[in-house]
């Protein structure tokens, strides 16, 4: 069977679904299956499109997208008001390896990164646009100025009571190095704001990168207790200092069926095609909960067998996601997430990755902030690729100046493997930061 009538079958098998669905359905005192657990499926499931859950013309409830300033997570419900999102983060202090070399000669750097963003609401669409250029000077006249430029971009909305549908892009371009100088990127574990993926992936002299990323995304609820979802992404990244291009084409259906209102219990299959550096299919099937434990308390645990073309070099495997984050007291939270799957066009060219990360954040006083995050990530040479293998500790605290303005001073250490070479690289900074209306590190 080739991959078009594969993809077809995946396809007729959902409309298929949804067709018995819908004559199923009624609408006598309905209420969707997403009110029984809201905040606990929509934050860690195994699709890589968050889908907003909606019921009719009433309030949109939140979806939490990470800033792009490194302050923490959006709110983004219908309650927010239409605004403009503006800010601005300058930094200096001392980097000892800038471009992630095997030696490296140390420089004090300079950062400017301006951040704006859009977020637009209506009664059954909400939008969140956003941009952020980290640009990156040094002391030392062996490096150049360089550039890193990022966007994004959340869609979500209803068609219907029981029809939703979510949209989203990212991307990058510019030198990868300059990532660990940026305001660190964040991703809803819950609602606490922990390190995103890429956080834990650096390559020596990767050059320059260009990354792009889109997802969208149906959701259906069939009935009180269940849901069902289709989602396609599609991934790119090119390496000018790897002279590698990757790219990977997923699509993923899941059934989620609600036992109470905190426990619900989901099947999912997920196919994917790599192209660009290799060409091959994988196959995969699983199973996962996700445990509303308490109000602030989530766990989500999803895992299946992935089963691997010939092209992918036969490296069958076992594929996982597990997430749990909870609020200490009011002031304190803490995450840990890990998994193991066929990785992402932006974690380099291996066919499995394996990573996990963990952070705690603690609010001293309403105007000073100390977080930690940790992460390790590698993955498997694959034909004429190097295996890698990385880890990354980030401390910082912040005080709050004033509504809008902010100090931090923060410290990162990064070590990784690339083959043959290893690198070690360190960076300390003290921060201005002005950010009126952005994210935050704690949710109310």
């Given amino acids: 069977m080739n991959r078009l009538v594969f993809f077809r079958l995946i396809v007729a098998l959902f409309a298929g679904l949804l067709a018995q669905s819908l004559v199923a359905q009624t609408t006598t005192d309905y209420q969707p299956a997403s009110a029984l657990q809201s905040g606990a499926t929509d934050n860690y499931t195994p699709d890589p499109t968050d889908v907003v ?137 819950g609602n606490i704001p922990g390190a995103a993926q890429g956080t834990s992936s650096y390559f020596p002299d990767a050059g320059i990168v260009t990354y792009v990323n889109v997802g969208a995304g149906m959701h259906h609820d069939i009935s009180q207790r269940d849901i069902i979802e289709f989602n396609a992404s599609d991934s790119y990244s090119n390496y000018s200092g790897l002279n590698q291009t990757n790219s990977i084409a997923t699509v993923s259906l899941n059934y989620q069926h609600f036992l109470s209102q905190t426990l619900s219990l989901n099947v999912y299959d997920q196919t994917s095609y790599y192209y660009g550096a290799f060409h091959c299919d994988s196959f995969g099937l699983g199973a996962g909960i996700n445990w509303k434990v308490r109000e602030n308390t989530f766990v989500s645990v999803a895992a299946g067998p992935q089963i691997d073309a010939a092209g992918c070099g036969k490296q069958q495997g076992f594929a996982y996601k597990a997430a749990f984050g909870t609020k200490i007291s009011a002031k304190s939270q803490v ?56 880890t990354y500790f980030d401390g910082s605290y912040s005080h709050r100046i004033g509504h809008a303005f902010s100090a931090s001073l923060s410290y990162r250490n990064y070590a990784g493997n690339w083959g043959q070479t290893n690198f070690t690289r360190r960076v300390a900074m003290l921060s201005l930061t002005w950010t009126p209306g952005a994210g935050h590190l704690f949710q109310q």
Wanted: negative net charge; proline residues 4%; contains cysteine.
């Fill in 53 to 189: 859950q909606t019921q009719g013309d009433a309030e949109l409830p939140t979806t939490y997208v990470p800033s792009l300033d490194g302050t923490g997570l959006i709110a983004l419900n219908s309650k927010v008001r239409t605004r403009m999102l503006v800010g601005a983060t300058y930094s200096g202090g001392w980097d000892t390896n800038p471009n992630s070399l095997g030696t490296g000669v140390a420089s004090g750097a300079f950062v400017f990164s301006p951040y704006i963003g859009a977020q637009i609401n209506s009664s059954h669409v909400l939008y969140l646009f956003q941009y952020q250029p980290t640009i990156r000077t040094y002391t030392s006249d062996q490096y150049s100025k360089g550039t890193m430029n990022m966007c994004s971009a959340k869609i979500v909305g209803d068609i219907s009571e029981r029809w939703h549908w979510g949209f989203d892009a990212s991307g990058s371009h510019g030198e990868d190095s300059i990532r660990l100088l940026a305001p660190g990127q964040t991703e809803a574990v």
């Fill in 335 to 390: 995450y840990v997430s890990s998994d193991r799957q066929m990785t992402t066009a932006y974690l380099g060219p291996g066919l499995w990755q394996e990573d996990v990360s963990a952070g705690y954040q603690r609010e001293l006083a309403p105007a000073r902030v100390i977080a930690f995050d940790i992460g390790y990530v590698r993955s498997s040479a694959l034909i004429a690729t190097n295996s890698y293998h990385n």
